[in-house]
Structures are given as structure tokens and as C-alpha cells.
């Protein structure tokens, strides 16, 4: 059963140069497909412009997508308009990085919650205050703390606030953009419970876009790694942190500094930085930081194929490298 | 490898205060103590407002009247007292003894300026050499640092770098006069995993044998990874210290216990289902308003009567110790 199906997604954005000179076009998204099925997560991880947040802000038409679908049932989000438009944005919410400038400053937290409630008409206000109320406790608050602003709360405790304003519509899909990265290690722990607690109640599909491969591993049934605007390797949880098949995702995973003192540390190190993605590589994206790339790489694009059951990689030697551990 | 007799730098009985505008003061570090030895890496472990980055700006006098005062303590370098010296002496150790890496290099950076001409100037001022010399060396130290294309580089400008390129040119200046001790100040917490892995094979590497780093965290992984011994802080006091073996394998201190349980290891992965991490309830309090005695006491689910008042530092070895009554008690 699912809930929201990405089809061959693709978001390009145009760079101006100057007034004569021939603008140009960030490849940020391309060919992205994937389901989100309730009550269970699905984790997108990748380094720094790899596409991952644009995915997520695409996917609820918060940026317009160049090319694919997003299905919600048999209705295509990225054609609809309006009011059709403003109630299917309802089912899917979104919880941002930084709680500090992700909330209005001059509402109360109640007033925050009770926004997409009021945008949306639902209730009246005695019935929205209830609702807020009820809110406030479930991520953990109290019904005293609506009166409070912003500024007057901790971090931890602002992200519990978009958490609850995520909620307030009761939607069917959760994007969590980096919702922890931005908290120290206790708050994110207090974090992550409550979303999983939320979860397991509510039973929304979650889509949890984070750089921390460790957080991601915890929290996600599914996993999706990008890289420069592609998905390169893709597997449940443990089948792809156990036995990953890209060389990108290997590289990633023993990049991670280990609390493991007697972890052999002979490591994958990758040279340079991930490319831009204005000047994506030829061929395989990832050929130029590749310890294991062939002269095909650099000229042949590797398609993301099932490897083994349920496990898609995109590498024209998938299965076949053997993983220093 | 701690060098047991005479340590190169030994910070003592710190207190660091700073005046609010409502006329409040804090105490941002309350009589830290620590040592680092030749050729040794420290780990500063706390989560945010804990005290460890004014650790560092404390260590480099850059903790500055009118807000900020060191109130008392000995920063001891070699056989100088960092407190006593005046601007223009502690102006000579900064860049030759005392190396910096802060955490975010585009603002540390200064952005009209080569990257060449920023490296350079250290060794103008403390060295003493002409333009040529210096640039000479800059290009030298960007090499060893492995900088794609060096001699373009020494002409960039700090924005036209990426984020890990920034972050080498200031580890370029912070040791292109060789100091004795390097203070690193969350290096890679602006960088990508990948980049990270890299920055600390680098500082490594390139180190001279027996200089000293402190390197200032909030994460158990980057310790491990690359300090001997490791501090853990809350709320401004050094609650413990040890090996860093010692510290992660047996925690003593009950918030060090939590620090390092509610962080999913991926090479651990499935020790707790989701929804399940342990958690260490509650905040880290505001240092205008502080409890009475141990300061993580309101968090901390085995609090007893005694921690009403400040515990003392309870030594369990050598070089370890943990400030906690329930050591006390145990002892």
C-alpha cells in the first residue's frame, strides 16, 4: 500500500550570468523515483548538494519540478492548482532543520500550531484551541507553553513546536528536512523518540532527509542514497549498511568516525570534494572520487539496476567490489 | 603517551565569567582543570554552552574585559603563565606557540584578501620574512595539505573555495609557524562526512610529532577517533576525565553515560529499537540559573540527597577522575 508515489522526478534550476551571458542549469534532481507507504520511513541521505532536500521540497510543490510525478492516490501533485492544491498540501507536512527561523516570531506557539488550522478552515476556534492543546501534549509540552513565543523556548523545544504545527492538519505524509541536525546529541535522542512514538500512533509515511548515515540507519525501514542529483544505491536499512554495494555509499559509511576503538581502520578514502552539481562528471557522477573506477566510468552512465533482491545500485561493478571493512 | 612530569600545557583552577546586559554574570567555566602532553591529543567533549569553546577563546586570551574576565586560574604554557601576560606578549604567542582552527572558515576568513596573502602574513609578522619568502612557504604548506591545483589556489579568494578547501588554508595558517599547541575548535562540524574523514587524516598527518592538540567536540566518534585523552564538560565544569578507552568503554559519570547511549552508532546499529534511545531527560540548564550543587542533579535519575551540593572531583586512577557523589559514595 502506498501512499505517495515519486515517478522520474527531476528539478532543474536556471543560473543567470550576467546580461549577456548564456545562463546555465543545475541538474539538482533527476530521475528520482520512489514510494512512501504508511507508517514506515524512508530515509534519504547524501552529502551537501546531492539533492536530497530538493527532492523533499519538490515532492510537496514547495519548488515546481522540471520533469516526473508525484501521485498522491491517482491525482498528480505537481499538476494541481489552487485550492486543490492547498488541501492536498494538508496530507503532507514538513518539519524543517532550523527551528529557529522556521517559526513565525511574532505568533505564540499556540498561534503557530493553530495557523494551518485556520489557512485551512477547519474547526472553530474552540474546537482549533482544543486541538492545540492536545498537540502541545503530544510532542511533549504542555498546554501552558502556548502562550509562550519563539525566542522563549530552547531548540529541542522549538523543534517539538514545527513538529506539532506538521501534525495540526493530521497529515498522511511527514518530510523531516535535517529536523535533527541542528540539536545537540540529548535533544536529538528526545527528538527522534517522539517522532517514532508519533509514528507508531499516527501511522503517517515519514520521509527523513539527513546527512547523519548513523540517524538514518536508526530511524528508517527503507534507504535512498543520492548523490549530485541521483540515486545511487537503494535497500532496506539493514541490507544496505550491512552490505552496501556502491562504492559512494561504502566511502560514506567508513568516513563515519567510529566510537569503535578496536575498528580496523583501513578505510575507503575518497579524494576531493563532491563536485558541482552545475558541472556534473561524465558518465558515473561519482567516477572522479571513485578509488574503484574503470576508463568505462567516465564514459558510461551506470542506470540504477536491482542488484540483488530488493537492492538497486547504480555502478557498472555493483556486487562485484569487495568492501574493505 | 602522556608525559606524566612536566605537561606542555596545564590549565588550573579556571573560572571564566561573563557580564550579561541585565547586569547578571555568568560563569561560563568554573575551575577547569586539565593538562595536555607533548606529541598529545585532548578530546573536549559537552553539548552546546557547555563552556568548551570558551575553553579554547580562554587559552588564547581572546576571552576579552569589558564582558568577559578570566576571574582566577593558571593557563600554564611550557614554564609561562598565559594569564599574566600582557596584549602585545600574548600577540607573540598567538600563530607561533598557540595555533587556532575555528569552526566555521568562511566568516574566520577575511574575504578580500588572497588566500595566499592570509597565510603569508603570519609568517611577515612572526618570522619576519619578505613577501616572497612567505608566499613561498604558503605555497609549501598548501601542498602538504593536499589542495587541488596549489598555485591557483594562493590566489583565491576565500568564496571561491569550497567548504573544505576553506577549512585547510586556516589549518595552513594555524600551523605554518609551527606552534607547540594547536587548538581545534569543532573543525569539521560545517563539513561533509567525506571532507571530515579527510581534514583529520590531515591533522594527523601533518602535525609535528611533539606539538599538542585540543581538539573541541561535540561528538564521541571524532574523540575516539583522534585523541589520547578526552574532558568530558556540563554547565562549565570538567564533570570527567581519562583515556579515551577509558572514558567511552567505562563512562563513570552518570550525564557521560547518557552523552554516550542516546547516539545511534551505525556500527551498533539494532542496540535499540526505534523509539527507544536512551534519553537524557530534560535541558541543559541556563547559567543564569544554575541548581544548587552538581549542576546536571534536576537530569540525572540517580540524584541523591548529597548532590545538593557541588561534588568534588573524585580521582579513580591515574589521570581519571569524575565529579560525582555517587563515585564518592562508591569509593
Known amino acids: 500500500m502506498t501512499v505517495l508515489s515519486v515517478r522520474n522526478l527531476s528539478v532543474e534550476f536556471g543560473i543567470r550570468r550576467g546580461l549577456f551571458r548564456k545562463g546555465r542549469v543545475v541538474r539538482a534532481v533527476q530521475d528520482v523515483s520512489f514510494d512512501l507507504i504508511p507508517g514506515t520511513t524512508l530515509g534519504l541521505v547524501g552529502e551537501s548538494g546531492c539533492g536530497k532536500s530538493t527532492t523533499g521540497l519538490a515532492a510537496m510543490r514547495l519548488i515546481d519540478a522540471h520533469a516526473g510525478k508525484v501521485l498522491f492516490g491517482d491525482r498528480d501533485i505537481l499538476k494541481l492548482q489552487g485550492a486543490d492544491l492547498r488541501q492536498m498540501r494538508s496530507k503532507i507536512q514538513i518539519v524543517f532543520q532550523d527551528p529557529f527561523s522556521s517559526l513565525n516570531p511574532r505568533l505564540t506557539a499556540a498561534g503557530i500550531i493553530a495557523e494551518p488550522l485556520e489557512i485551512l478552515g477547519v474547526g472553530t476556534p474552540g474546537t482549533r484551541r482544543a486541538r492545540v492543546d492536545e498537540l502541545l501534549m503530544q510532542v511533549g509540552l504542555s498546554p501552558e507553553h502556548g502562550g509562550l513565543f519563539p525566542h522563549q523556548f530552547s531548540g529541542g523545544q522549538r523543534q517539538r513546536l514545527g513538529i506539532a504545527r506538521a501534525l495540526a492538519p493530521d497529515p498522511e505524509i511527514l518530510i523531516c528536512d535535517e529536523a535533527v541536525s541542528a540539536l545537540d546529541v540529548a535533544i536529538q535522542a528526545q527528538v527522534l523518540n517522539l517522532l517514532a512514538r508519533l509514528q507508531a500512533n499516527r501511522g503517517f509515511a515519514m520521509l527523513f532527509i539527513s546527512h547523519d548515515l548513523s540517524v538514518v540507519r536508526h530511524v528508517s525501514d527503507e534507504v535512498i542514497v543520492m548523490y549530485l542529483g541521483r540515486i545511487v544505491e537503494r535497500a532496506n536499512a539493514k541490507t544496505l549498511f550491512d552490505a552496501p554495494l556502491h562504492p559512494y555509499t561504502m566511502a560514506l559509511m567508513s568516513a563515519i568516525p567510529s566510537r569503535d576503538l578496536d575498528r580496523p581502520s583501513t578505510r575507503i578514502r575518497l579524494q576531493g570534494d563532491v563536485a558541482s552539481p552545475i558541472n556534473v562528471p561524465s558518465g558515473c557522477a561519482f567516477h572522479n572520487r571513485c578509488p574503484f573506477a574503470q576508463a568505462r566510468c567516465s564514459k558510461e552512465r551506470p542506470e540504477l539496476e536491482q542488484i540483488r533482491d530488493g537492492h538497486y545500485a547504480a555502478c557498472h561493478f555493483a556486487g562485484r567490489i569487495e568492501r574493505p571493512l | ?331
Not at chain 2, 546499529?269 to 531527560?281: D, N, S
Not at chain 2, 535541558?283 to 543564569?288: A, D, E, K, M, Q
Open chain 2, 1 to 331: 603517551m602522556a608525559a606524566a612530569e612536566s605537561p606542555m600545557l596545564e590549565v588550573h583552577g579556571l573560572t571564566v565569567t561573563f557580564d550579561l546586559q541585565e547586569g547578571d554574570r555568568i560563569t561560563v567555566l568554573n575551575e577547569v582543570s586539565l593538562t595536555v602532553g607533548f606529541g598529545e591529543t585532548l578530546g573536549v567533549i559537552g553539548e552546546s554552552g557547555c563552556g568548551k569553546s570558551t575553553l579554547a577563546l580562554a587559552i588564547m586570551r581572546l576571552v576579552k574585559p569589558p564582558t568577559g574576565r578570566i576571574q582566577s586560574g593558571t593557563i600554564r604554557l611550557g614554564d609561562e603563565d598565559l594569564v599574566m601576560l600582557n596584549e602585545a606578549q600574548m600577540r607573540q604567542r598567538r600563530g607561533v606557540d598557540l595555533g587556532m582552527i575555528f569552526q566555521e572558515p568562511l566568516t574566520s576568513l577575511n574575504p578580500v584578501y588572497t588566500v595566499g596573502e592570509q597565510i603569508a602574513e603570519v609568517l611577515r609578522r612572526h618570522k619576519g620574512l619578505t613577501r616572497a619568502e612567505a608566499s613561498a612557504r604558503a605555497l609549501d604548506m598548501l601542498r602538504q595539505l593536499k589542495l587541488p591545483d596549489p598555485e591557483d589556489k594562493l590566489h583565491a579568494f576565500p568564496h571561491e573555495l569550497s567548504g573544505g578547501m576553506r577549512q585547510r588554508v586556516m589549518i595552513a595558517m594555524a600551523l605554518i609557524c609551527s606552534p607547540k599547541l594547536l587548538i581545534a575548535d569543532e573543525p569539521t562540524t560545517a563539513l561533509d562526512v567525506t571532507v571530515q574523514a579527510q581534514i583529520f587524516d590531515l591533522l594527523k598527518e601533518i602535525r609535528p610529532a611533539s606539538s599538542a592538540m585540543i581538539l573541541i567536540t561535540h561528538d564521541f566518534g571524532a574523540v575516539a577517533e583522534m585523541a589520547d585523552r578526552v574532558v568530558v564538560m556540563y554547565a562549565g565544569h570538567c564533570i570527567e576525565r581519562g583515556t579515551v578507552r577509558e572514558v567511552v568503554t567505562s563512562p563513570a559519570h552518570p550525564y557521560t553515560q547518557g552523552l554516550l547511549a542516546c547516539v545511534p552508532d551505525i556500527t551498533n546499529a539494532g542496540t535499540y529499537a526505534r523509539g527507544t534511545l536512551p534519553e537524557v531527560a530534560g535541558t541543559v540548564p541556563s547559567l543564569t540559573n544554575l541548581p544548587e550543587g552538581c549542576p546536571f542533579s534536576p537530569r540525572c535519575d540517580r540524584a541523591i540527597e548529597k548532590c545538593t551540593t557541588m561534588p568534588p572531583d573524585v580521582p579513580l586512577g591515574a589521570g581519571r577522575s569524575v565529579k560525582c557523589w555517587l563515585a564518592e559514595v562508591n569509593r
